[in-house]
């Protein structure tokens, strides 16, 4: 479904800004990181969230 797809914001462990894709699952949100081949639930990253779409709204954006 298109509302279990999100644009996530973070930054990596050296600080850089990047952009990947959250997925929302029975298993919980995996991220989709085009860093890696692997895919991983968002507590299992290196990244520091800053912002997430909403799952019902795609033009609203939350802190993290």
């Not at 600080?15 to 991220?31: C, Q, R």
Request: proline fraction near 3%; avoid cysteine; charge should be positive.
């Amino acid at each position: 479904s298109p509302r279990a797809l999100r644009i996530a914001v973070a930054r990596t462990g050296s600080g850089e800004g990047h952009a990947v894709l959250v997925v929302k699952t029975s298993k919980g949100d995996l991220v989709l990181d085009n860093r890696t081949s692997a895919i991983r639930n968002w507590k299992n990253t290196d990244l520091r969230w800053v912002k997430i779409q909403s799952g019902d709204n795609p033009r609203i954006w939350y802190n993290i």
